[in-house]
Each structure stands twice: as structure tokens, then as C-alpha cells.
């Protein structure tokens, strides 16, 4: 039979530092508690989502949010949160998202702008043990942070009630979808109080996203920041046309003519990852980490958290990493592939860029990846220029061609193939 825990008795909110708050912040509603971190922060004024968000969620309304990454979205639903959970108390709040790294940033987040309010914030995933995670929610916690398989185990054990949840946060829902984790996050939903506030943050809308936000939410206001696919006028992009066979070769011969601080290249596959962190590693010219998921947890935290200290100076990534990571300072982003999903080119560039801060990306692409290459320009409605690496010797290809010719070519072949 497991021991029953008593929740111990939240402790007293520390003293709230006297302001003067950021005026435009006090503006907004949010508690003295609240604005005291956030004057420690050193932010000055909120973002656009943060201004448009922050009024409604306050007001306890069900809020459907879309901007593009790095906008402060994560303040945006934690700040009000936490104005509104007031003192500490029990489990009110659930967070859930999809992956770990995500999940540990936004208990950062809540951590840090919740210092002086007593609320307790416990991070709920898989990949380690239960023990600790297990003791956290029965000594007692005001809000939870989790991904859906590790709170359903807890769930199941009778460990993780919902019954008491006030505001259930859904972040970065399309991503959800993509690692197939809507039902359980379905089931999740059922568990909690029907008269709860939902927040709901998703960059895209597929017909099974529309699904559940309209099963999870109940007349909720729409928040949009900006073009949802556009790429920030801070990047400057560029396509680098390329034989299959050499594209590995160009890699290496762009990181050699580029001067860069930091670098995040992306691949489609775990595969390709491995094999572009072999090759530079065996050069024994750069600083290099590798992250993808069937890389242990904690060598995730670590490539990560290097990365983000200098210690490496490129990370090689599937798109675990592309979507809402808080990695700041990265000047370049290279795409070894064209993304299969035009969105998926507007997150992975979104990495460089950030804060107003000046970055480039370059994407490689062979000449079958000529209507991946036109879909990404119909989405985010703008040609990106091509550009040849000065004294590469290329091999002919039709992506060096003219591409409206080329993609001519290509649909020829296609229509012959279909007969």
C-alpha cells in the first residue's frame, strides 16, 4: 500500500520589493508581486502579444493565441497567471508541452516571474525518474508544467488530481499534433473542471487542432500578433542551389567562408544529424553538439545549455529544436534540407534573428526540392534569393538552371511517372 503524503502548508510570499514598476507593465493589471520581477528582468515594455493577451487572460476569458516565435508568448499567458492565482494555496494551474526542453523553459519563466508571489512550480516529464516528480506533487505544488505521457502516469496513480485546476494552459499545440499526443492530451482535458479558464497557443490551425480547441474551450478570444507566416525582417535568408551528391561538400565550404558566433543547423532526419556531427567533428575545426530524440536527456540538457554558454559553437538539430526553444545570440541558421512543411522553414529561421538582433540563414536544396522551395515562398509570400558559393565547384544540376524551366522539367517527369 503507497504512504499517504499530507501536503505540506505553502509557505509565506516573500516581501514585494517596492517599485517603481515599468509603466507600461503596472498598465496592464498585473499584481505588485508580478510587476516587482518583472522590473528585475530589466524589460521595459511588453510585446505585442503580452499587450494584447494579458488584459483578457486577466479578465479569466478562454484566450486562442498565435505569433510567431520569440515574441514573449510564454510571459504573455504567465504573467496574468500568476496575478490571478494571488497567494499560494494548491494544484490551480496545469501547463502542458510537448517536449521536455520546452516544458523546463516555461517553469523558468514562472520561476522567475513568480519569485515574490510563494507560488510553488513543479516540472512534470518523462526520460528520468518518478520519485522525485512523485514527491513534489504530494508535498504540495501551485502549478504544474508537464508533458501529457508523464502527467497520465501520474494521473493513473491517483498521485496528479485535476479536480482543483483552475487555468489549463495548451501550448504549442501543433507540435502536439505532430508527435501524435492529441488524444492523450484529449484525455487530460476530460479530467479537469469544466468552469476552467483554458488558454490555448497554437502557430498553426489544421482541421485536429480546430477540433480541440473548440472540445477545450468555451468563447474564447482570438490573439494574433503579426503575418502568422512571415518571416522577421531581422533575418536575411538566402538559397543555396546544390547537386544531392555535394550537398554535405557545401556545408562544409559555407562554415568555412562564413564568420559566425553561432550556428544551428537543421535536418529532417536523426540520421542526417549523426552524420553532419561526424563530419565536423572529424574536422577538428569547430565546437560541435548534436540534438535530436534518441539523444539521452540529459546530453540534451547539456548540448542545449552549452550551446546557449558558448561552449559549443554549432548544434546539429531535428526540428526537436527548431520550435519555441529559448536560445538567444544565434547569428546564422543553415536548413541542410528544404523542410517537408513550408511552416517548419518560418520556426527553424525564427531561431536567428531574435530580439531585434540581425542574423542570417541559408538553406541548401537540390533540384527535387524545387516545389518545397516555391511552397515556402507562396506561404510566406517573398522570393528568397539565390546565391552560388564563390569558388565552389559545382556540379551541374537543374536547380542551377532557370527554376521556372527547372520546375517545368520536373512536373514532365512527374506526369509521365503517374501514367
Same mark, same amino acid.
Given at each position: 500500500?503507497?504512504?499517504?503524503h499530507?501536503?505540506?502548508? =505553502? *509557505? +509565506? =510570499?516573500p516581501?514585494?520589493?517596492?517599485?517603481?514598476?515599468? @509603466?507600461?507593465?503596472? /498598465?496592464?493589471?498585473?499584481?505588485?508581486?508580478?510587476?516587482?520581477?518583472?522590473?528585475?528582468?530589466?524589460?521595459?515594455?511588453?510585446?505585442? &502579444?503580452?499587450?494584447?493577451?494579458?488584459?483578457?487572460?486577466?479578465?479569466g !476569458?478562454?484566450?486562442?493565441?498565435?505569433?510567431?516565435?520569440?515574441?514573449?508568448?510564454? @510571459?504573455?499567458?504567465?504573467? $496574468?497567471?500568476?496575478?490571478?492565482?494571488?497567494? $499560494?494555496?494548491?494544484?490551480?494551474?496545469?501547463?502542458?508541452?510537448p517536449?521536455?526542453?520546452?516544458?523546463?523553459?516555461? /517553469?523558468?519563466?514562472?520561476?522567475?516571474?513568480?519569485?515574490?508571489?510563494?507560488?510553488?512550480?513543479?516540472?512534470?516529464?518523462g526520460?528520468?525518474?518518478?520519485?522525485?516528480?512523485?514527491?513534489? %506533487?504530494?508535498?504540495?505544488?501551485?502549478?504544474?508544467?508537464?508533458? *501529457?505521457?508523464?502527467?497520465?502516469?501520474?494521473?493513473?496513480?491517483?498521485?496528479a488530481? %485535476?479536480?482543483?485546476?483552475?487555468?489549463? #494552459?495548451l501550448?504549442?499545440?501543433?507540435?502536439?499534433?505532430?508527435?501524435?499526443?492529441? =488524444?492523450?492530451?484529449?484525455?487530460?482535458?476530460? !479530467?479537469?473542471? $469544466?468552469?476552467?479558464?483554458? %488558454?490555448?497557443?497554437?502557430?498553426?490551425?489544421? =482541421?485536429?487542432?480546430?477540433?480541440?480547441?473548440?472540445?477545450?474551450?468555451?468563447?474564447?478570444?482570438?490573439?494574433?500578433?503579426?503575418?502568422?507566416?512571415?518571416?522577421?525582417?531581422?533575418?536575411?535568408?538566402?538559397?543555396?542551389? /546544390?547537386?544531392s551528391?555535394?550537398?554535405?561538400?557545401?556545408l562544409? @565550404?559555407?562554415?568555412?567562408?562564413?564568420?559566425?558566433?553561432?550556428?544551428? &543547423?537543421?535536418?529532417?532526419?536523426? /540520421?542526417?544529424?549523426?552524420?553532419?556531427?561526424s563530419?565536423?567533428?572529424?574536422?577538428?575545426?569547430? !565546437?560541435?553538439?548534436?540534438m535530436?530524440s534518441?539523444?539521452?536527456?540529459?546530453?540534451?540538457?547539456?548540448?542545449?545549455?552549452?550551446?546557449?554558454?558558448?561552449?559549443?559553437?554549432?548544434?546539429?538539430?531535428?526540428?526537436?529544436?527548431?520550435?519555441?526553444?529559448?536560445?538567444?545570440?544565434?547569428?546564422?541558421?543553415?536548413?541542410?534540407?528544404v +523542410?517537408?512543411?513550408?511552416?517548419?522553414?518560418?520556426?527553424?529561421?525564427?531561431?536567428?534573428?531574435?530580439?531585434?538582433?540581425?542574423?542570417?540563414?541559408?538553406?541548401?536544396?537540390?533540384?527535387?526540392e524545387?516545389?518545397?522551395?516555391?511552397s515556402?515562398?507562396?506561404?510566406?509570400?517573398? !522570393?528568397?534569393?539565390r546565391?552560388?558559393?564563390?569558388?565552389?565547384?559545382?556540379?551541374?544540376?537543374?536547380?542551377?538552371?532557370?527554376?521556372?524551366?527547372?520546375?517545368a #522539367?520536373?512536373?514532365g517527369?512527374?506526369?509521365?511517372?503517374?501514367?
Amino acid at each position: 500500500m503507497r504512504e499517504n503524503h499530507a501536503p505540506v502548508p =505553502p *509557505p +509565506p =510570499p516573500p516581501p514585494v520589493p517596492e517599485g517603481p514598476y515599468p @509603466a507600461a507593465f503596472e /498598465v496592464l493589471g498585473l499584481s505588485p508581486a508580478v510587476l516587482a520581477a518583472v522590473r528585475e528582468t530589466g524589460y521595459e515594455k511588453p510585446t505585442t &502579444i503580452q499587450e494584447k493577451s494579458i488584459p483578457i487572460i486577466l479578465t479569466g !476569458k478562454d484566450v486562442v493565441g498565435a505569433s510567431q516565435t520569440g515574441t514573449g508568448k510564454t @510571459a504573455a499567458f504567465a504573467l $496574468p497567471t500568476l496575478t490571478r492565482m494571488g497567494a $499560494p494555496g494548491k494544484f490551480r494551474v496545469l501547463v502542458l508541452e510537448p517536449v521536455r526542453e520546452l516544458a523546463a523553459q516555461v /517553469v523558468e519563466q514562472f520561476e522567475k516571474y513568480g519569485k515574490h508571489t510563494g507560488l510553488r512550480v513543479l516540472l512534470v516529464h518523462g526520460g528520468v525518474g518518478y520519485e522525485k516528480q512523485r514527491k513534489g %506533487l504530494q508535498q504540495g505544488v501551485d502549478i504544474v508544467v508537464a508533458t *501529457p505521457g508523464r502527467l497520465l502516469d501520474f494521473m493513473q496513480e491517483g498521485v496528479a488530481d %485535476l479536480r482543483d485546476v483552475e487555468v489549463l #494552459i495548451l501550448d504549442e499545440v501543433d507540435r502536439m499534433l505532430d508527435m501524435g499526443f492529441l =488524444p492523450d492530451v484529449r484525455r487530460i482535458v476530460e !479530467k479537469t473542471p $469544466p468552469e476552467r479558464q483554458t %488558454l490555448f497557443f497554437s502557430a498553426t490551425m489544421p =482541421p485536429q487542432i480546430k477540433s480541440l480547441a473548440d472540445f477545450a474551450l468555451k468563447d474564447p478570444e482570438s490573439v494574433e500578433v503579426g503575418i502568422r507566416f512571415s518571416a522577421a525582417e531581422t533575418v536575411s535568408h538566402y538559397m543555396y542551389p /546544390v547537386a544531392s551528391d555535394q550537398r554535405m561538400e557545401l556545408l562544409l @565550404a559555407i562554415l568555412k567562408q562564413t564568420h559566425f558566433e553561432s550556428v544551428m &543547423i537543421f535536418t529532417r532526419t536523426k /540520421v542526417q544529424a549523426d552524420q553532419i556531427y561526424s563530419a565536423l567533428n572529424q574536422l577538428n575545426e569547430y !565546437k560541435v553538439a548534436v540534438m535530436h530524440s534518441d539523444i539521452g536527456q540529459r546530453d540534451r540538457e547539456r548540448a542545449l545549455q552549452g550551446f546557449r554558454n558558448g561552449e559549443y559553437e554549432i548544434i546539429v538539430a531535428t526540428d526537436l529544436a527548431a520550435r519555441g526553444l529559448d536560445v538567444s545570440g544565434v547569428t546564422h541558421v543553415i536548413n541542410y534540407m528544404v +523542410p517537408e512543411h513550408s511552416e517548419d522553414y518560418v520556426h527553424r529561421i525564427g531561431r536567428t534573428g531574435r530580439a531585434q538582433k540581425e542574423g542570417d540563414a541559408f538553406t541548401l536544396f537540390a533540384a527535387d526540392e524545387l516545389m518545397n522551395v516555391a511552397s515556402i515562398e507562396r506561404l510566406i509570400s517573398q !522570393k528568397i534569393e539565390r546565391r552560388k558559393l564563390e569558388g565552389f565547384n559545382y556540379k551541374y544540376t537543374t536547380a542551377l538552371d532557370d527554376e521556372d524551366r527547372a520546375r517545368a #522539367i520536373l512536373t514532365g517527369r512527374k506526369k509521365k511517372k503517374r501514367r
